[in-house]
């Protein structure tokens, strides 16, 4: 089992920035996926970035240029968010994906609320 515990949400004016952190542990190898999405209230859930366990990165259009996916040696996930919009507003939430021999698993975290005030 992989536990997912995210932290870095809150109110923001417009233009200003946040960090969401998403610790990863538990049976942590093989992971080759970690991501995260974010669900505004009445929308669908978006992709948002995803950062790939050979290092590929990759962002949803609408946030290119100012958030940015990383991770560190502690499997600690972090998006950082810059120029935040009111239309950034939502609940954001990490996502890993693992292989265990032909077996993957998706593991969610419990989000955290985004909040951008114009």
Known sequence: QVQLVESGGGLVQAGGSLRLSCAVSGSIFN?????????G????????????SRGSINYADSVKGRFTISRDTKNTVYLQ??????????????????????????????????TVSS
């Not at 992971?31 to 669900?39: E, G, L």
């Not at 968010?81 to 969610?108: F, R």
């Open 31 to 39: 992971i080759d996926t970690m991501a995260w999405y974010r669900q």
């Open 81 to 114: 968010m810059n120029n935040l919009k009111p239309e950034d507003t939502a609940v954001y939430s990490c996502y890993v994906h693992q292989w265990i021999g032909n077996v993957q698993s998706d593991y969610w975290g419990q989000g955290t609320q985004v």
């Open 41 to 52: 209230t009445g929308k669908q859930r978006e992709l948002v970035a995803t950062i790939l």
